[in-house]
């Protein structure tokens, strides 16, 4: 029983993170990740990682 109830946080967890990512990338959100919310110099095209 202890088991299904940590699957289930762990499932719930996950699935709220993958909901946050692809609501972002929807509204146009390059740099997901970036602590300065885009503005940074190499996040005018895309992030870097996005670039390569």
Same mark, same amino acid.
């Given at each position: 029983?202890?088991?299904?109830?940590?699957? @289930?946080?762990?499932?719930?967890?996950? @699935?709220?993170?993958?909901?946050?990512?692809? #609501? =972002?990338?929807?509204? $146009? /959100?390059? !740099?997901? @990740?970036?602590?300065? /919310? @885009? &503005?940074?110099?190499? !996040? =005018? /095209? $895309?992030? #870097? &990682?996005?670039?390569?």
């Amino acid at each position: 029983m202890t088991d299904l109830v940590i699957i @289930g946080i762990v499932l719930a967890l996950l @699935g709220t993170a993958v909901t946050y990512i692809v #609501r =972002n990338k929807k509204r $146009g /959100g390059h !740099c997901i @990740g970036c602590p300065s /919310g @885009g &503005s940074c110099p190499h !996040c =005018n /095209g $895309g992030c #870097r &990682s996005e670039t390569k």
